[in-house]
């Protein structure tokens, strides 16, 4: 018999497995399409057992969730430190928009798989309360983030923060819609500066606090 011991076996975290799993799913859907990513092509696109993906989602309603919130996780945390409270308003606005298209941009075919997955669940009465969900949460991502530039720029809103937030998120959403069928980033980028104009008119500078 050898001495030899074998290697222990390499443990992954759940929450890496989940994201394996998530990425995975999102590769099988853009080469197959959504109906092609059953729980057994997943597992395999990840080069885990099949057992492996009842142990990271519950069911595939909560896979599609999850794919589904990933639109709004963009991070926009790296262009703060780029905006100024002595910039023109719709110069931060801009900066912010971009980075924002940016990681949008960067893949196409996800953003494609995304509004595909939002309509397909949406023929599905057991599944179809799951956009609204990510609307819901995109808005009050949106919404945090006009606060914060609000803050940290000297800004004052002609308009409730939750109303812009629908603005800039459905507006994000057309403007993703349009470049998926012409694929003409100068003309989206175009499109996001002339928006950018239109918010900076809804705000004003706050007033200088007496010293």
């Not at 076996?9 to 853009?30: C, G, H, P, T, Y």
């Not at 395999?44 to 595939?60: D, L, Q, W």
């Not at 801009?94 to 940016?102: C, D, G, P, T």
């Amino acid at each position: 018999m050898s001495d030899r011991k074998k290697a222990p076996r390499k443990q992954i975290r759940a929450d890496e497995r989940r994201r394996q799993l998530l990425a995975a799913s999102l590769r099988v859907m853009k080469r197959e399409g959504i109906a092609a990513a059953t729980t057994r092509a997943i597992c395999a696109e990840a080069g885990m057992p099949h057992g492996a993906f009842h142990y990271c989602f519950r069911s595939k309603r909560e896979l599609y969730a999850a794919l589904l919130a990933s639109d709004i996780e963009i991070d926009l945390d790296a262009v703060w430190p780029e905006l100024s409270p002595e910039a023109d308003p719709q110069e931060n606005i801009r900066k912010l928009l971009l980075a924002y298209w940016s990681q949008v941009e960067a893949d196409p075919e996800a953003q494609l798989v995304l509004f595909d997955l939002g309509s397909f669940v949406l023929r599905d009465p057991e599944l179809q309360e799951l956009p609204g969900q990510e609307y819901r949460a995109s808005l009050d991502r949106a919404t945090g983030y006009i606060t914060r530039l609000g803050d940290e720029a000297g800004l004052t809103y002609l308009c409730e923060e939750h109303t812009l937030a629908e603005l800039v998120v459905t507006t994000l959403n057309g403007v993703a819609w349009s470049w998926l069928a012409h694929r003409d980033s100068a003309v989206a980028r175009a499109s996001l500066t002339q928006f950018a104009e239109l918010v900076a008119g809804l705000t004003r500078r706050k007033a200088a606090r007496p010293v």
